[in-house]
């Protein structure tokens, strides 16, 4: 229930909170070596694949359910007060990602690009390589992270700091989230 209710605040708070909060603009060398260019379909692929895949393989594991909305709830938060700290500006020459679910659901179907620190993409794509028990599961997701990782920054989407520090942030939430789910286990079995 927290995290429908955080999903459906999510436009309000980026549109009345993040959204006028002026924002740093990064100067990111990387983001200059290429030249942008819409990977949109491909990172949307690579994603909603990697979710069905998982979601697949976690159907009779309800630990692994828990960790995941868990984790994604934690994940959720901590990306909304670290937008809210470090707010910064969209990247030079961005391509907007055009995700028609994810742009009615969590932007009111409106266009948001003030979401940066830390990318949201690569932290779900690391979460569900985190939760993934399958070998050649786990590793196709954690390659998807990264192929997301380079086509966000190629894309401008991102700066790369975004994309860089999802992955630590979430492996960090994951681990401890997994430490209190096991404690949370063990008080309820031993009363």
Known sequence: ????????????YFHSVIGPKPGLQLQDP??????PQDFSVLIFTLIYLSLFIVLWGLINKPYGIALGLGSYLVITIVRTITMYVFTLEPPTGIIVLQDPFI??????GNVFTKDLFFSGHVATLTLLGLVEERPWAKKS???CAVIVGILIIIQRVHYTIDVVAAPFITYGIVKLFNQFLKKA???ERGS
């Not at 229930?1 to 309000?12: D, E, H, K, N, R």
């Not at 990387?30 to 030249?35: A, K, M, P, R, W």
């Not at 742009?103 to 009111?108: H, P």
Request: charged share 5%; no cysteine; net charge neutral.
């Open 141 to 143: 997701v954690l390659s």
């Open 1 to 12: 229930m927290a995290l429908l209710t955080i999903l459906l605040t999510l436009p309000y």
């Open 185 to 187: 286990i063990q008080t």
């Open 103 to 108: 742009d009615r659901v969590a932007y009111g």
């Open 30 to 35: 990387i983001l200059n070596l290429f030249t």
